[in-house]
């Protein structure tokens, strides 16, 4: 749980299985006086696959970072509006960001595993957590959570960076799973992957959304119509700032979107 | 924001569109023709429907291809997939209406010419229904209008009714009829009718893909009304 008195009503909503996981409210992020991204509204829904597509510049990767507090590492980066997890804005005075990022994990595009055994690797978040189970059982069901287990088993002491790129980045998500958060950011989680393990990445992706609600940015649209189930199109104004144009079912967005910007992007009319 | 044009898919969405306008033209022709042929019991001008039907079937594999190409080399979304899946629905009922057209063709040989055989009028008021029917239909594919293709259903509703009445018509020529051939004769007539009917259906079928091209939403407007209770 975050370190914060929750009200009864927002545990409740967790428990309840609450439609939203979390919910950006008004938020505008800035880089210095430069304006990134402008009222942005969206609900995530709990145990769905949500992508964020767009053109370059959009504001979509800033929007990912703010709702784990990424952009927090950012020194001129600053949020107006807010982002609730749980009911609670992550982004009030009390509120402690790395518990925030234990519960929101992020998987990024670079595949960026320690330099340390595959072992430690998924052990360390945990340990960090002050975990007192079975350490060895939590590593390997972190790594069964990541369709990795089979392939490193025999050589959980070798150092990561002996993986190739799939299968590291599958250990990112091994480690970022084995702190058991609620929600999981994926920044491009393919992008730098080949076609095969680019493939294996989205069905991952599909079985972990049966215990995790997963927001992905994504410049593959056909990665975006595969793997969601609903899709938020951005695009960048003329000021450079980004804004949300679309949000609905990913079905609906592909076949019949309502906003002919969406349109434009999504039919390769506009870049 | 700058503007990028896929200009080769943008060619060959053209072409897609002007290949099914042409297979609806071609397949008015049919009908058109057919009728005339039935008019006159015109045994070469039936032969030439079934000329150009052949011309339909092959057109209709050829758009099939072409979407085949154009969805696994384009990764088509919105409307341009909606146009895609549109001509591939369109050109098999497009095709069939070309089978309709050609089945009144068919009847010609069987009516006997040395008979004074009593074509219903009703048959003359449906050819007409039906023809204007498919024509304005293409003609709702072309400009992508909504309203005109909504104009359709309605006339189908009047293609129902003739063929109601003509049906009876019919049946009852025949309990009137003594001389086996003229039974035939009058027999053949019939499926003339259902032909036409049938023909009838299939273009409100298309004009309903247009709305779909068009809306992304699909309306069933031919619907069944059947009263189950005796």
């Given at each position: 749980m975050l370190n914060l008195k929750m009200n009864p009503s927002s545990q409740e909503a967790i428990q309840d299985g609450g439609k939203a996981a979390v919910e950006v409210r008004g938020v505008n992020i800035f880089y210095g006086a430069f304006q990134a991204v402008r009222n942005v509204n969206l609900s995530v829904q709990k145990g769905k696959i949500t992508a964020m597509i767009g053109p370059s510049g959009c504001g979509k990767s800033t929007v990912l970072r703010s709702i784990n507090r990424m952009n927090d590492l950012i020194p001129s980066a600053r949020l107006e509006g807010q982002v609730l997890f749980g009911g609670q804005d992550i982004y009030a005075p009390q509120v402690d960001p790395v518990e925030v990022r234990r519960h929101i994990g992020m998987v990024f595009q670079k595949p960026n595993p320690f330099p340390k055994s595959i072992y430690d690797n998924v052990a360390w978040g945990a340990k960090i957590n002050g975990y007192k189970g079975n350490m060895d059982e939590l590593v390997e069901q972190s790594l069964r959570g990541a369709a990795l287990w089979g392939e490193v088993k025999d050589k959980l002491q070798q150092s990561a960076l002996g993986l190739s790129g799939g299968q590291q980045q599958r250990l990112c998500i091994a480690r970022t799973i084995a702190v058991k958060p609620n929600i999981i950011l994926m920044d491009e989680p393919a992008s730098a992957l080949d076609p095969i393990a680019t493939l294996c990445i989205e069905d991952l992706m599909r079985e972990l959304a049966q215990e995790y609600t997963i927001i992905v940015v994504t410049h593959n649209m056909q990665q975006a119509a595969r793997v969601s189930d609903f899709t938020a199109f951005f695009t960048v104004g003329d000021d450079r700032t980004g804004m949300m144009v679309e949000y609905g079912p990913t079905e609906q967005i592909f076949t019949n979107p309502k906003d002919e910007r969406t349109e434009g992007y999504i039919t390769g009319r506009f870049g | 924001m700058s503007v990028h044009i896929r200009e080769r898919f943008e060619r060959k969405l053209s072409e897609l569109r002007d290949r099914i306008l042409h297979i609806g033209s071609l397949v008015e022709q049919e009908m058109t023709l057919a009728l005339t042929a039935f008019e006159g019991l015109d045994r070469a001008l039936a032969r030439e429907v079934f000329a150009l039907d052949e011309q339909v079937n092959a057109e209709r594999f050829e758009v099939e291809d072409l979407c085949l190409q154009l969805i696994v080399t384009q990764q088509p979304m919105a409307r341009d997939l909606r146009l895609i899946v549109t001509a591939i629905t369109m050109v098999v009922d497009l095709e069939r209406m070309g089978d309709q057209a050609k089945g009144v063709a068919k009847v010609i040989p069987h009516l006997h010419d040395h008979l004074e055989l009593v074509k219903p009028p009703e048959l003359k008021e449906m050819g007409v229904l039906v023809r204007s029917m498919i024509s304005q239909a293409m003609e709702a594919y072309a400009t992508s209008n909504v309203e005109?293709?909504?104009?359709?259903?309605?006339?189908?509703?009047?293609?129902?009714?003739?063929?109601?009445?003509?049906?009876?018509?019919?049946?009852?020529?025949?309990?009137?009829v003594k001389d086996p051939h003229q039974a035939e004769s009058t027999y053949e007539l019939l499926r003339v009718a259902r032909e036409l009917e049938r023909y009838g259906d299939l273009a409100t079928n298309v004009a309903e893909r247009v709305v779909y091209m068009v809306t992304g939403e699909m309306v069933e407007t031919n619907v069944d009304r059947v009263d189950w209770a005796e």
């Open positions: - | 005109l293709a909504a104009t359709i259903p309605p006339m189908d509703d009047d293609v129902d009714r003739l063929y109601a009445k003509v049906f009876t018509q019919i049946m009852y020529m025949m309990t009137e």
